[in-house]
């Protein structure tokens, strides 16, 4: 038994304290998953029984929910165990308190006497047993989503974890309840709309939540989205079908990371794993951007030249995004990312269509896009999949078949670039000044990057034609900053 329980255990003695583990960790034992955390329900005041064992086991105490009078526990030097939440009984009794659980296979309780025997003394009122062998999750009652709305959210969350269906019945009493979502603050859907965008495979519980009415609940420009592009998008469902089906690639092509991109595999999955925030990571955050990053087309669209153009489509879209992602509390650096792909989501498609990409574009596209320039090729390419399952082909299979290479061989330069050592300079400051009779100024440092950026795409390759090619740049920028 855990030392800690011990504490517990003894706690509820001496203060004379009804002392129930309820929830997850019980689901996660009998399930034979390791819990790292342990939830209790204390027929006292949780406040001072959560301090009292703080002091007990040498932990920190800190208050979590205001409204259920909720206080966690961290525990320290304990690799089994991090922390430990206790909450004041909801109603008179165990059962009174099981009753306001959201989902039956959490709606489980032992008393703490007898933790060292779960499956003896489990008391399941609401038949959560059952439910944990047929692998379902199921509204322990019709308020379950009055009391708290997220919990529409985590029954998708906990399927996607768990690979547990969710019953018919809960998921229409989730599309009856959908629209309260809207009452639930920003940061706390955020926290379980990454955690199922975590799943490898999460395309199918977004189409689940579609169909409950949540996602249009939760972020109203996708209504827009399928009402306004109907007419004239190559979907036959409109302008949300293409960027679901762009979601869905993204998916695939992580998945298959090492049939697209064989040499880049290894360092492109530790990139793409890269952490933003909690939950957040740069490839739930492409996920996140693929379903918003057409959201401005219904905006820009305008008939030209007898098509359908969508000018201005990608900097309005950002500057949409960043807004949805505000009202989530999302970070300044996760909003920036996501503005800076869906602003350049276009730029790679001409490129990539080229069977020959000149080393000076490839250099021109890293020096741009930096660090985000893998993300920006791999949702670039995700654009380009949506449209295979169509019967009219916008991108023919050759087509297809050259961006994907094209893809790979600049996100594999990429990584090569960043990690070859930087060249010595073939110029400074002072021989330039020396050589053009030029005083200390902004000039110097354009015709230096002018000069490096050449050097690195090997247009020049020693100090003569350095000088050669400074010269024929110093008119134009003599001019720009009207140097006689």
Same mark, same amino acid.
Request: hydrophobic share 35%.
């Given at each position: 038994?855990?030392?800690?329980?011990?504490?517990?255990?003894?706690?509820?003695?001496?203060?004379?304290?009804?002392?129930?583990?309820?929830?997850?960790?019980?689901?996660?034992?009998?399930?034979?998953?390791?819990?790292?955390?342990?939830?209790?329900?204390?027929?006292?005041?949780?406040?001072?029984?959560?301090?009292?064992?703080?002091?007990?086991?040498?932990?920190?105490?800190?208050?979590?929910?205001?409204?259920?009078?909720?206080?966690?526990?961290?525990?320290?030097?304990?690799?089994?165990?991090?922390?430990?939440?206790?909450?004041?009984?909801?109603?008179?009794?165990?059962?009174?308190?099981?009753?306001?659980?959201?989902?039956?296979?959490?709606?489980?309780?032992?008393?703490?006497?007898?933790?060292?025997?779960?499956?003896?003394?489990?008391?399941?009122?609401?038949?959560?047993?059952?439910?944990?062998?047929?692998?379902?999750?199921?509204?322990?009652?019709?308020?379950?989503?009055?009391?708290?709305?997220?919990?529409?959210?985590?029954?998708?969350?906990?399927?996607?974890?768990?690979?547990?269906?969710?019953?018919?019945?809960?998921?229409?009493?989730?599309?009856?309840?959908?629209?309260?979502?809207?009452?639930?603050?920003?940061?706390?859907?955020?926290?379980?709309?990454?955690?199922?965008?975590?799943?490898?495979?999460?395309?199918?519980?977004?189409?689940?939540?579609?169909?409950?009415?949540?996602?249009?609940?939760?972020?109203?420009?996708?209504?827009?989205?399928?009402?306004?592009?109907?007419?004239?998008?190559?979907?036959?469902?409109?302008?949300?079908?293409?960027?679901?089906?762009?979601?869905?690639?993204?998916?695939?092509?992580?998945?298959?990371?090492?049939?697209?991109?064989?040499?880049?595999?290894?360092?492109?999955?530790?990139?793409?794993?890269?952490?933003?925030?909690?939950?957040?990571?740069?490839?739930?955050?492409?996920?996140?951007?693929?379903?918003?990053?057409?959201?401005?087309?219904?905006?820009?669209?305008?008939?030209?030249?007898? $098509?359908?153009?969508?000018?201005?489509? +990608? /900097?309005?879209?950002? &500057?949409?995004?960043? *807004?949805?992602? %505000?009202?989530? #509390?999302?970070?300044?650096?996760?909003?920036?990312?996501?503005?800076?792909?869906?602003?350049?989501?276009?730029?790679?498609?001409?490129?990539?269509?080229?069977?020959?990409?000149?080393?000076?574009?490839?250099?021109?596209?890293?020096?741009?896009?930096?660090?985000?320039?893998?993300?920006?090729?791999?949702?670039?390419?995700?654009?380009?999949?949506?449209?295979?399952?169509?019967?009219?082909?916008?991108?023919?299979?050759?087509?297809?078949?050259?961006?994907?290479?094209?893809?790979?061989?600049?996100?594999?330069?990429?990584?090569?670039?960043?990690?070859?050592?930087?060249?010595?300079?073939?110029?400074?400051?002072?021989?330039?000044?020396?050589?053009?009779?030029?005083?200390?100024?902004?000039?110097?440092?354009?015709?230096? $990057?002018?000069?490096?950026?050449?050097? +690195? /795409?090997?247009?020049? &390759?020693?100090?003569? *034609?350095?000088? %050669?090619?400074? #010269?024929?740049?110093?008119?134009?920028?003599?001019?720009?900053?009207?140097?006689?």
């Amino acid at each position: 038994m855990l030392k800690e329980i011990n504490e517990v255990i003894k706690l509820a003695q001496e203060t004379k304290t009804d002392v129930y583990v309820v929830g997850g960790y019980l689901r996660d034992f009998l399930l034979k998953k390791k819990s790292l955390d342990i939830d209790l329900a204390v027929s006292e005041k949780s406040e001072n029984f959560a301090k009292k064992l703080a002091k007990k086991i040498n932990g920190k105490c800190f208050k979590l929910h205001d409204d259920l009078q909720t206080y966690r526990v961290a525990v320290f030097n304990n690799p089994d165990l991090e922390y430990i939440d206790v909450s004041v009984m909801q109603g008179k009794n165990i059962k009174e308190d099981l009753s306001r659980r959201d989902f039956t296979i959490n709606a489980l309780a032992v008393k703490i006497e007898d933790f060292d025997d779960i499956k003896k003394n489990i008391t399941d009122c609401f038949g959560g047993l059952q439910d944990l062998k047929k692998k379902e999750i199921k509204a322990v009652s019709k308020t379950v989503f009055n009391d708290d709305p997220l919990r529409m959210l985590r029954a998708f969350r906990f399927s996607g974890e768990y690979k547990f269906k969710i019953s018919k019945e809960t998921l229409t009493l989730i599309k009856k309840s959908s629209s309260k979502i809207t009452t639930v603050a920003g940061e706390r859907i955020k926290n379980e709309l990454f955690r199922i965008l975590n799943n490898e495979k999460s395309a199918q519980y977004i189409a689940m939540m579609d169909e409950c009415g949540l996602l249009e609940k939760m972020f109203p420009v996708i209504t827009k989205m399928k009402k306004s592009a109907k007419n004239f998008y190559y979907h036959p469902k409109g302008l949300f079908q293409h960027c679901f089906q762009t979601y869905e690639a993204l998916e695939n092509i992580f998945i298959k990371l090492d049939k697209y991109f064989p040499k880049s595999k290894d360092v492109l999955e530790k990139h793409l794993n890269e952490p933003f925030s909690e939950n957040v990571n740069k490839k739930n955050l492409l996920k996140f951007i693929a379903i918003f990053h057409d959201c401005a087309k219904p905006e820009c669209a305008k008939r030209m030249d007898n $098509k359908m153009r969508f000018l201005g489509h +990608e /900097e309005l879209g950002a &500057k949409k995004t960043a *807004q949805i992602m %505000k009202e989530l #509390k999302m970070s300044n650096k996760e909003i920036d990312f996501a503005k800076a792909i869906i602003s350049e989501h276009m730029r790679p498609s001409n490129l990539a269509k080229s069977e020959v990409i000149t080393n000076r574009a490839q250099m021109r596209l890293f020096r741009d896009i930096k660090e985000n320039t893998p993300d920006l090729l791999i949702m670039a390419m995700s654009d380009w999949h949506s449209y295979k399952t169509l019967k009219k082909k916008v991108y023919p299979k050759k087509v297809l078949q050259q961006q994907e290479k094209s893809v790979a061989k600049l996100i594999f330069g990429y990584f090569d670039f960043i990690n070859k050592k930087p060249k010595d300079k073939i110029l400074d400051g002072n021989v330039l000044m020396k050589e053009f009779h030029l005083k200390p100024g902004k000039i110097i440092g354009e015709l230096l $990057k002018y000069i490096n950026n050449a050097y +690195e /795409e090997g247009r020049i &390759k020693d100090k003569k *034609q350095a000088l %050669k090619y400074a #010269k024929s740049q110093l008119t134009v920028l003599k001019k720009k900053h009207k140097i006689t």
